[in-house]
């Protein structure tokens, strides 16, 4: 197989944008936003200070705007009709005056234009101009949601991509929780594992592999910090732990394959678990098992959301309640709709999402799984594929 997007969908996926641009009365579209350009053109690129961006309009040719050190990055992978190439960021004369000409010359100025972003939104340091004050004579219509709706359906080569990455995602996390043992670090553990399953990877997947992704290059798995106390900190950052007997460990695992990506995250605990890490570990699976009961198509995501923060209350956990119940996933790490009670997105046969309740206990540890599902025409179906009781998630002290 060959793991990549083909131009056969990409061009299947500009003609559904030309048909959705029609519908909504704008004669282009200007993308900015990594996601939204690689979704349209297949050029997985870096955000920095340097402006990057496609315009699209709905008759003509697609317009690629890429700073000198990405032209020949962008013509190895990019499908549009032409690349335009700028000097430098800022330069003599501004990157997005340029970009504004380009809309100009496509006849695109007088007219509504949609967009993802009223300008580049890069950070590095960038300051710029927006849209609307190039052009002024515009209508410069907010439309990221118009790419956004058809990223959140995936097609059957996308989600054999997101297979593909959870299949790999499994052996990094399954090497990361063999390899890990009280005296080790986290830095150690979880940079051979990442190491060991990216090399089988790439002798499995043969001369074709690519990652494509400014996220993910090849498996990896980890525990980004959270080990011990600091598991009760969703969002850690890697202190260089040393493993201790009793910790309660937070991981997180997946692949890059063709700008696709799935994530896995499992709770594991070294040594002997206490009555203590039982009960909070059991109620943490049955807060998951709320959320997969809850995903059917014609529910709502807020749907979802509402189901774990009834079981939450139902159970005195409200105090130890820190996010949303998941979000949708493929090429980014996270991606619309929401599991969150204020996202009423109907859920459909095709969204890939991560299913992710988490109970965190400050000062004492956190407790999460989380499995990367596809909803299904009758249900839901699990992609991520690894162990999820507390008798399998037990390291050896």
């Known amino acids: 197989m060959q793991w990549t997007i083909s131009a056969d969908e990409y061009r299947r996926r500009q003609e559904r944008v030309r048909e959705a641009l029609g519908r909504r009365d704008l004669v282009g579209l200007c993308l900015f936003g990594p996601t939204q350009v690689f979704y349209l053109s297949g050029f997985a690129f870096i955000q920095t200070e340097r402006p990057m961006g496609l315009v699209f309009p709905r008759e003509g040719q697609s317009v690629l705007f890429v ?18 190439v700028y000097p430098e960021y800022p330069g003599r004369v501004h990157p997005m005056k340029r970009f504004a000409e380009i809309c100009r010359d496509l006849g695109l100025d007088s007219r509504r234009i949609g967009v993802d972003g009223d300008g580049y939104g890069g950070g590095y340091g960038y300051r710029g101009p927006t849209l609307s004050e190039l052009l002024p004579t515009a209508k410069v219509v907010p439309s990221r949601d118009l790419i ?5 359906v995936k097609s059957p080569v996308e989600v054999a991509l997101i297979r593909e990455s959870a299949k790999w995602g499994t052996l990094a996390h399954a090497l990361l929780q063999q390899y890990t043992r009280p005296g080790l670090t986290e830095t150690e553990v979880s940079g051979r594992a990442s190491f060991d399953a990216t090399q089988a990877m790439i002798r ?16 990896h798995a980890g525990y980004r910090g959270q080990i011990g106390k600091d598991s009760a900190l969703p969002h850690s950052l890697t202190t260089n732990a040393v493993f201790r007997t009793g910790n309660v460990l937070v991981t997180g695992a997946g692949a890059g394959v063709g700008g696709y990506g799935s994530e896995l995250e499992r709770t594991m605990i070294i040594g002997a678990p206490d009555d203590r890490q039982r009960r909070y570990f059991d109620l943490m699976l049955g807060a998951q098992q709320a959320a ?31 996010h949303h119940t998941g979000h949708a996933l493929g090429m980014g790490n996270h991606e619309a709709p929401f599991f969150d009670v204020g996202d009423d997105t109907p859920i459909v046969p095709g969204m890939v999402f991560s299913v992710e309740p988490g109970v965190y206990i400050p000062d004492y540890a956190g407790f999460r799984h989380s499995d990367t599902v596809l909803v299904t025409e009758d249900g839901m179906e699990m992609i991520t594929n690894y162990p999820r009781v507390l008798e399998d998630l037990t390291i050896p002290a």
């Open 148 to 152: 956004e709706d058809m990223i959140a």
């Open 292 to 322: 997969f009961d809850a995903i059917c198509p014609g529910a709502k995501c807020s749907d979802v959301d509402r189901a774990v923060l009834a079981y939450f209350e139902q159970h005195d956990l409200m105090p130890y309640w820190r």
């Open 204 to 219: 499995a997947l043969g001369p074709s592999y690519r990652p494509l992704s400014w996220l993910r290059a090849g498996a």
């Open 67 to 84: 700073p000198q050190l990405e032209a020949e990055h962008s013509q190895l992978h990019a499908l549009v009709g032409q690349i335009e």
